[in-house]
């Protein structure tokens, strides 16, 4: 397919003014692309030249860009560069200097997807010497042939920015609209014939059951195989009946599962019963699959960091008797000397690319196991927790950096809280309750885990996970940087929306907000982002892509934030936010949703109510 009519489409599609408007131009596109580019399409939507888990990055250096369009157009490397450091915008540079260029390549061919994307996947692969060299010339091929329009595009996925707001939940609704069309179509003419208010209602209802069905078939084959180019092409290949061919496979992560929480002991065996209950560690979680001597190990973006954990591969070969399997858990650097776990700050220290032996010996990782998905060739995320966890006991061997979660079978809330204090004492973050009779949720929160940490006992104190969906320049001192407050939203899961919460103005200091504004004035756009609800409005817009962990005092209802807001309520927003830290291991639809935020405050509320009665 011509990559002309693909940019076509993601010109409307960045200009989408609602998140439905875009599903339905992205549905247009994802029809007329054929099976053959649909991979390509999606994962250079993505901004991708391959899925996450292979570790493929497409990201170049703006410089590489910009020698691409001087060489295309004409124009001195100096005037291209000027003109982007006043747009801010490599994709607009590259269009306005097209659109004027001095110099028409002789070699110029029709540009088409495979093309495009061929081009970028060899730029990415080509290393060592010439490397720099070749990637000119790619990039050159590519700017030689461009409209203007299709030179936007290709000067900004090199960057690993393409700024169309599409998420992976986007692109799933949008194959479900495809799919679904021929009966939707049926349907909405039989709602048109409907003789009365309840057949309308019937078959809206039918309507709405139709998609759904498709959609959660779709993402049921996502949460196993994070691999959205390769569903993608099974589902225009074969439809949904294409889907039943996937199945778990070492190599491939699993899209992790989440808790939820809840305030007191008491609360949690009310919902659980006898439940398992374990030492929350204050980590990272890793997702490790063993194929023989094949070991991946996976973040909770699942993206490949197999290279950063030597001791955790070596360990998977000696410790792990399956001789396939996916398990998972929480890696803690320990301190030898004083036999403590480091805290977190020291812990992330081992998420690095460079200086990975030296670090590994400073720091050296213990990984507590506290799951297994699928083991030589038997599926486990069906089966209760309870099974999995025996499976797991029986598969580790002891001695060595892998160890089990501690455990305990609670079924008193008061013995519960008290194991939740002797870990606090320990300086944990607190205890995870787990369901022993719930399968491994893939890719959702349930109740099949609930944490409870220690600050849900007083005020506010566990920290949010909010998305950047805006700048304010600063005031002030702080013009100089650029940046002076925060837009921040939650994530809507149901609605696939970001809906704002907080604006933030503190908790950074001058070489974070500075850092902000580098890699914000990046990603700004024209237009409130499709999939934002915010009816405040900052003085920059920026694409959802950036989560930032927030602390706040309060949440409190709002009329001013979009949060979980209805039509005719308040929504909800948060008290004194300040922001801690830039958090890299997160997709923006990992972070906190509108649900959580409306629990947290229901468990503020009962937590107030509780403090006021013991007065
Ligand atoms: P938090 O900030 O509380 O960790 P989160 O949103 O980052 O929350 P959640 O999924 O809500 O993540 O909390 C579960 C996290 O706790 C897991 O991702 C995992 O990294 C960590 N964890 C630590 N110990 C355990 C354990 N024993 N079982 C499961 N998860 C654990």
């Not at 570790?55 to 000027?82: D, H, P, Q, Y």
């Not at 305030?263 to 006898?274: M, S, V, Y």
Request: charged share 30%; proline share 3%; with cysteine.
């Amino acid at each position: 397919m011509q990559f002309d009519q693909v940019t076509q489409y993601f010109d409307k599609i960045e200009q989408a003014s609602s998140r439905l408007v875009m599903t339905q131009y992205l549905s247009e596109l994802f029809d007329k692309v054929p099976a053959s580019d649909t991979k390509e399409i999606i994962y250079l939507i993505q901004g991708r030249i391959a899925p996450q888990f292979e570790g493929k990055e497409i990201g170049f250096g703006e410089k590489l860009i910009m020698e691409g369009i001087s060489k295309a157009t004409g124009f001195a490397r100096e005037e291209v560069e000027e003109m982007f450091n006043k747009t801010g915008d490599l994709g607009n540079t590259a269009e306005e200097y097209m659109k004027k260029r001095k110099q028409q390549s002789l070699a110029t061919e029709e540009l088409t997807i495979k093309k495009v994307f061929y081009n970028l996947k060899k730029m990415s692969e080509s290393t060592g010497i010439g490397s720099q060299e070749l990637k000119k010339k790619l990039l050159a091929e590519l700017f030689n042939s461009a409209s203007p329009t299709e030179a936007r595009y290709i000067a900004r996925i090199p960057l690993g920015n393409i700024r169309l707001g599409v998420g992976d939940p986007t692109i799933m609704d949008a194959y479900a609209m495809i799919i679904t069309k021929h009966e939707q179509d049926t349907l909405a003419l039989e709602k048109k014939k409907a003789k009365s208010k309840k057949e309308e209602k019937r078959i809206e209802d039918e309507q709405r059951k139709l998609k759904v069905g498709i959609r959660e078939k779709i993402e049921a084959a996502y949460n196993i195989h994070s691999d959205l180019g390769e569903i993608a092409e099974i589902l225009k290949k074969d439809g949904t009946s294409g889907l039943d061919k996937i199945k778990i496979t070492p190599g491939t992560p699993i899209r992790p599962t989440a808790a939820e929480r809840l305030p007191t002991a008491k609360e949690i065996i009310e919902k659980l019963g006898t439940c398992a209950v374990e030492s929350k560690y204050d980590g990272f979680r890793l997702q490790v699959s063993k194929d023989g001597d094949k070991v991946k190990i996976f973040s909770r973006q699942s993206e490949d960091i197999t290279q950063m954990f030597p001791e955790i591969i070596e360990a998977m070969k000696t410790q792990l008797v399956a001789k396939k399997c996916i398990v998972e858990g929480e890696a803690l650097a320990f301190n030898e000397t004083t036999q403590e776990y480091y805290p977190f700050q020291v812990t992330i220290q081992r998420k690095r690319k460079y200086e990975i032996e030296k670090k590994s010996k400073e720091y050296p990782l213990n990984l507590f196991l506290f799951d297994v998905m699928y083991c030589d060739g038997e599926n486990y995320m069906e089966k209760p927790f309870f099974e999995r966890r025996k499976k797991l006991e029986s598969i580790i061997k002891d001695g060595g950096i892998i160890k089990l979660s501690e455990q305990k079978i609670i079924s008193d809330p008061k013995e519960l809280e008290q194991f939740f204090e002797e870990k606090i004492a320990q300086g944990l973050e607190g205890v995870m309750a787990k369901d022993l009779n719930a399968s491994y949720i893939a890719g959702a929160r349930k109740f099949a885990w609930i944490k409870m940490k220690r600050s849900y006992k007083g005020m506010l104190d566990d920290t949010l996970d909010l998305v950047i969906i805006g700048y304010y320049s600063g005031k002030g001192k702080r013009t100089e940087f650029g940046l002076g407050a925060l837009l921040a939203a939650v994530y809507n899961h149901k609605k696939d929306t970001f809906e704002s919460v907080a604006k933030i103005g503190t908790g950074m200091s001058e070489e974070t907000l500075a850092e902000l504004e580098g890699i914000l004035s990046k990603i700004t756009v024209k237009i409130k982002p499709a999939r934002v609800i915010s009816e405040l409005i900052p003085e920059h817009w920026v694409q959802p892509h950036y989560v930032i962990e927030t602390r706040a005092d309060e949440i409190t209802k709002s009329p001013m934030h979009s949060c979980g807001k209805e039509k005719d309520t308040n929504g909800y927003a948060l008290r004194f936010p300040r922001m801690i830290k830039l958090l890299s291991d997160k997709k923006v639809e990992q972070a906190t949703t509108t649900e959580e935020v409306i629990n947290m405050y229901n468990i503020q509320k009962r937590v107030a109510m509780d403090n006021t009665e013991e007065k």
